[in-house]
């Protein structure tokens, strides 16, 4: 058992907010048309979570996510936003068991780089 993974009294596992931000961000890699990630701008939203590209919100057994990222010169925005949004919620509810009630998605930037610098630069 590791520090991210617990067992409560009543013997059920506690998933950390960590574990969960890194199954929606290997989820994410996967999408057409993302080119990276992104911290959330300061000032942007206030609370915790400042300067993460994936804010995890998790009570109970409901969980929400915001993803922060940059997508890739020439792609439809709306449709690697839906992309990325069914990735993650798909991918956090097989691996958690827990119920994502929304994913949201914000598009901090576009890369106009040419498809071998994006490469280099991964």
Do not use: C
């Not at 990735?87 to 598009?107: F, H, L, R």
């Amino acid at each position: 058992m590791t520090a991210n993974e617990r067992t409560a009294e009543n013997g059920e596992i506690i998933i950390s907010d960590e574990v969960i931000a890194s199954i929606a961000a290997n989820a994410v890699k996967d999408v057409e048309g993302f080119s990276g990630f992104s911290a959330k701008a300061p000032g942007l939203l206030s609370g915790a979570g400042t300067g993460k590209s994936v804010k995890v919100t998790s009570i109970d057994n409901d969980v929400r996510l915001h993803i922060y990222i940059r997508v890739k010169n020439g792609t439809n925005i709306q449709t690697v936003s839906t992309a990325v949004q069914r990735s993650v919620k798909n991918a956090v509810q097989s691996m958690t068991g827990k119920v994502v009630s929304k994913v949201s998605v914000s598009i901090q930037g576009i890369d106009f780089s040419a498809p071998n610098e994006l490469k280099a630069n991964s």
